[in-house]
């Protein structure tokens, strides 16, 4: 309640300043941090970050709290404009369309979209509508909102000048938040520290980052040397034991963070299992992950296409993980940094407080037979034609007399 009375006094506040400047467009993303070398100016842009305004726990719940509202209506209205009319707002900034709207030929664009136009809508008009998405502009994007929200518009402009200095590579991003406020050091993670996936080259990428943590630093974000998220998802074929309290520990606590995955090639929102939508569940895997209480991300993307409803997704991490495994570029490891007031510490959570790992709830079913509800796996016979079904989180399944997945039976 104290936090909406701030938000509704910051609102206040900012209905008196002078109208916003125009948004900048999203930058291109996948840009790596050790892709460049020293930039005076760059550093002289981030060295100029103002002191923050202290922050507060009323904020940094506000924070939270607007980021996910504003993530999931993006989401929301985007995969509703793609159903009615076949193509969405947004196109990925390394698509041919938005390359084409960048230099202006709607044309072209509007031929590329055309197909996948429904009838009643003009490809020429759509293409004018359309805006580039990628995930650190997304991550601008939103915070940008967030932050005049509340009050802070300036330490945001500061912020994302820093960033863009330096191409928007992801850690560069977090060591302006880290001006800003936000505790250093970042949490480092790695799926799987024993046996790194990929290829030869790849495995050097990640051997680089457990030694960068080793030192505390990696490429200038401070990280930490004795808390961190590891082998919560042990590589394909790997022995490592699957160890993951200190991934739910995350993901049952109330925070907000921007990752880095691959040395910033991947830049995502990354927030707590309890502020996901039953909407944005679209799959068992999904919503047996928000159950457990798994950290969730929040993400962009600059390939894909505007017809394409993945283009903003809010999933689990460890499927955003385990989606690059088969791939040349995997997101094995990365730094994930809390803003102010998290609700836990860095050793909390690496040390698994809260994280204790327990089994996803699922709902029982009716049975008119019986008369009664019974719960997730009970079998029953149907008196009218002999057949086994198995109640199934709330729905009856096909099942069988010899049905190992019965946690109780109940026959004829």
């Not at 991003?173 to 996936?197: E, M, T």
């Not at 980052?209 to 082998?231: C, D, H, I, M, Q």
């Not at 993951?244 to 907000?256: P, Y």
């Amino acid at each position: 309640m104290r936090a909406r009375s701030l938000l509704v006094a910051l609102s206040l506040v900012s209905a008196c300043t002078e109208a916003a400047e125009p948004a900048l467009p999203d930058p291109v993303d996948g840009v790596r941090a050790d892709d460049k070398a020293d930039n005076a100016t760059a550093i002289a842009v981030c060295n100029a970050i103002p002191t923050p305004r202290p922050w507060t726990a009323d904020e940094s719940a506000l924070l939270l709290e607007r980021t996910v509202e504003r993530f999931s209506e993006m989401k929301r209205e985007n995969d509703a404009l793609i159903a009615r009319r076949g193509v969405g707002a947004y196109a990925g900034v390394k698509t041919e369309v938005m390359k084409a709207i960048d230099r202006r030929d709607y044309a072209a664009a509007a031929a590329i979209i055309r197909p996948k136009l429904k009838p009643g809508f003009d490809a020429n008009v759509v293409a004018r509508e359309i805006a580039g998405t990628s995930c650190i502009g997304r991550v601008y994007a939103i915070l940008r909102d967030v932050y005049a929200e509340l009050g802070r518009t300036d330490e945001w402009k500061a912020i994302e000048k820093c960033g863009r200095a330096w191409q928007s590579d992801g850690l560069h991003v977090q060591q302006a938040l880290i001006k800003n406020g936000w505790p250093a050091p970042a949490l480092p993670f790695v799926s799987d520290a024993l046996d790194l996936p990929g290829s030869t080259s790849e495995v050097a990428v990640h051997q680089e980052f457990l030694r960068a943590v080793g030192r505390g630093s990696y490429y200038g974000t401070p990280v930490s040397t004795t808390a961190k998220l590891e082998n919560f998802l042990p590589s394909p074929g790997s022995s490592t034991p699957k160890q993951d309290a200190a991934l739910l520990s995350l993901g049952r606590s109330q925070f907000l963070a921007v990752g880095t995955l691959r040395g910033a090639f991947h830049v995502p929102l990354i927030v707590p299992a309890a502020t996901i939508g039953d909407e944005f569940l679209t799959t068992s895997a999904a919503r047996t992950a928000r159950d457990r209480g798994e950290p969730f991300v929040m993400e962009s993307h600059s390939l894909r296409q505007p017809w394409d409803p993945t283009n903003f997704e809010i999933r689990p991490l460890t499927e955003v993980i385990a989606e690059t495994l088969p791939q040349s570029v995997i997101y094995a490891t990365g730094t994930i940094l809390l803003a102010p007031f998290a609700e836990r510490s860095l050793a909390d959570i690496s040390a698994g407080v809260g994280g204790g790992v327990t089994e996803p709830t699922h709902a029982g079913c009716y049975s008119s037979v019986l008369r009664r509800d019974v719960p997730h796996g009970a079998c029953i016979q149907r008196p009218s034609d002999s057949r086994w079904f198995r109640c199934t989180d709330g729905d009856w399944a096909a099942s069988s007399a010899d049905d190992t997945a019965c946690t109780e039976s109940h026959p004829l």
